[in-house]
């Protein structure tokens, strides 16, 4: 197997706990195998006569090794400590984190949460039928630098929009979510309170509430709120592989751990060279929180901007002048051009939130105003179309209640943070019949 990214030299000593991989002998097999020499091309299983294969494994674990982290910092607190540090922000830069990344213990716990949703999918159960093999295989690939990822399966979904998703194998899933597992805690404490994407106690509903909050808060103060609603355009195909590599470097002390997200980062399938992360990755989830903190922050502390709701790429700043909203719209787009070589899309706009000579803020799935919230029209129509389907399915006798409910409970988990009891009346009048 071709080395991926560069091994670093020195030594590391294991924690005696930790599970190392079940392999021995030389890489060939001969007759000079040598007493801590690890072979990864061989099965656990075998069964030939290297005079290595025992004291190998004794050897990997409880001697200095040559693979995994070189750090010579050190080392991180726990990373659920990390996240739970309320009153003083923990700085992400702070110590080693690849040992943590490769244990044992986080790769199990990574394939399990890998499993949640897709436990029925064929590469989770060729995964999970040689759990341990599996886990310990990520593991010495890891140890070792010799991680590769897997070709992406590539196909598109059409709601919301049409979007190309490019999934990543179940292995190398495991793997992001093994670095997820350790490194988005440390950057979740540096993030501004309003980022509502991919954050735990966050999400669409608690994004909304805070925006109608604002709009409430400005038009007690001001008699009127307008709002500077924007968009990034294309942005997970937008983001520059250069300056992402830059933002990370300047955080993360760990050599070994900027290296795999380094690797990750450049393996990306995209039609630009150096530009794009591909949308369904968990680590693009991080990647893109990491580089639109950039942007947060500079709202926040340069141009002092109090409300202020961003969730991914979607933002909104809530305000009583409407002058003031336009030269911040000036000065971000200048940023995001100069910074981090973004722009906004055409929809981006200034306007008064109003029923009256105003209109709603469409944000996060709703309209909001300040004494209500509706449904957007594009949920409302798709539910419709989705009721019409399951109508004349149910009725033809080729699905069942059980196999609709999940659909219909979703939607109307959604429905609820708005005003739409007359519309769940409406729209769900008609019984479902079979003949």
Not at 232 to 252: P, T
Not at 294 to 300: A, N
Not at 354 to 361: D, I, Q, V
Request: some cysteine.
């Amino acid at each position: 197997m071709d080395k991926i990214y560069q091994k670093q030299t020195g030594v590391c000593v294991m924690n005696a706990r930790n599970r190392f991989p079940l392999r021995g002998g030389n890489w060939n097999n001969g007759s000079n195998a040598g007493l801590g020499a690890l072979n990864l091309n061989n099965h656990r299983s075998n069964s030939n006569s290297n005079i290595g294969f025992r004291p190998a494994l004794e050897n990997a674990r409880s001697t200095p090794l040559k693979g995994g982290c070189q750090c010579k910092i050190e080392k991180d607190a726990d990373a659920s400590a990390i996240a739970e540090t309320v009153p003083r922000p923990v700085d992400a830069s702070a110590g080693c984190t690849y040992e943590k990344i490769y244990s044992f213990e986080n790769i199990l716990s990574a394939a399990y949460h890998c499993r949640k949703g897709k436990t029925k999918a064929q590469q989770t159960l060729d995964f999970f039928n040689n759990l341990e093999e599996n886990v310990i295989q990520i593991q010495n690939e890891l140890v070792w630098g010799m991680y590769s990822v897997s070709p992406y399966r590539h196909f598109y979904v059409f709601e919301p929009k049409r979007r190309l998703i490019s999934a990543p194998s179940f292995k190398d899933r495991v793997v992001h979510r093994a670095i997820y597992n350790i490194i988005e805690p440390m950057f979740d404490v540096t993030y501004i309170y309003d980022s509502y994407a991919c954050r735990r106690d966050k999400g669409t509903h608690r994004g909304a509430d805070r925006a109608q909050a604002f709009i409430r808060k400005v038009e007690r103060q001001s008699g009127k709120a307008f709002a500077l609603k924007a968009d990034i355009s294309k942005y997970f195909s937008s983001i520059d592989h250069f300056i992402l590599k830059r933002i990370l470097d300047r955080k993360l002390k760990c050599q070994k751990t900027k290296e795999l997200l380094f690797y990750i980062i450049d393996s990306s399938p995209s039609d630009a060279l150096g530009v794009g992360i591909p949308l369904g990755n968990l680590t693009s989830q991080l990647f893109a929180n990491i580089y639109l903190n950039e942007l947060d922050r500079f709202v926040k502390h340069t141009l002092r901007a109090k409300r202020y709701v961003r969730y991914m790429d979607d933002f909104v700043i809530i305000h009583g002048d409407k002058r003031k909203l336009h030269e911040w719209r000036k000065d971000i787009e200048t940023f995001l051009a100069g910074s981090l070589r973004l722009k906004t899309n055409s929809k981006t706009q200034v306007f008064p939130v109003s029923p009256a000579k105003g209109r709603s803020l469409d944000f996060l799935g709703y309209r909001i105003y300040s004494t209500h919230r509706l449904l957007r029209k594009g949920s409302v129509k798709r539910i419709k179309s989705k009721l019409k389907k399951f109508h004349r399915q149910y009725e033809a006798g080729e699905i069942s209640l059980k196999d609709i409910n999940p659909s219909i409970q979703s939607w109307l988990g959604h429905a609820k943070h708005a005003n739409s009891d007359g519309l769940k009346r409406a729209i769900f009048s008609t019984p479902f019949v079979r003949n």
